[in-house]
Nanobody, 119 residues
Framework: QVQLVESGGGLVQPGGSLRLSCAAS????????MNWYRQAPGKEREFIAR????????NYADSVKGRFTISRDNGKNTVYLQMNSLKPEDTAAYYC????????????WGQGTQVTVSS
């Protein structure tokens, strides 16, 4: 079992920045690939970014490429999402997701943190 707790969301003006954190507990963090997703009201959950278990490989959705950066600190059992140049369309609930390197069917979700981009 893995427990995931996101933090760092809030209200920010367009063009601003936020850094989200997702703290993991309950299992060996380094055996999980980590993902960030988001879901806006009335829309489906959308993949944002992925980082491999060792941190060597990252992938991004086209909508955030060049603006968002995913990183992880396996010593602190935490994954981060640095969000720059935020736009109103980035407004959503942001979720972290852990997928086991041994089985993609073993996955866990956090409860989400709200990001609102508005002037």
């Amino acid at each position: 079992q893995v427990q995931l707790v996101e933090s760092g969301g809030g209200l920010v003006q367009p063009g601003g920045s936020l850094r989200l954190s997702c703290a993991a507990s309950g299992s060996t963090f380094s055996t999980f690939h980590m993902n960030w997703y988001r879901q806006a009201p009335g829309k489906e959950r959308e993949f944002i970014a992925r980082i491999s278990n060792g941190g060597s490989t990252t992938n991004y959705a086209d909508s955030v490429k060049g603006r968002f950066t995913i990183s992880r600190d396996n010593g602190k059992n935490t994954v981060y999402l640095q969000m720059n140049s935020l736009k109103p369309e980035d407004t959503a609930a942001y979720y972290c997701n852990a997928v086991s390197i041994f089985s993609k069917n073993t996955a866990y979700w956090g409860q989400g943190t709200q990001v609102t981009v508005s002037s």
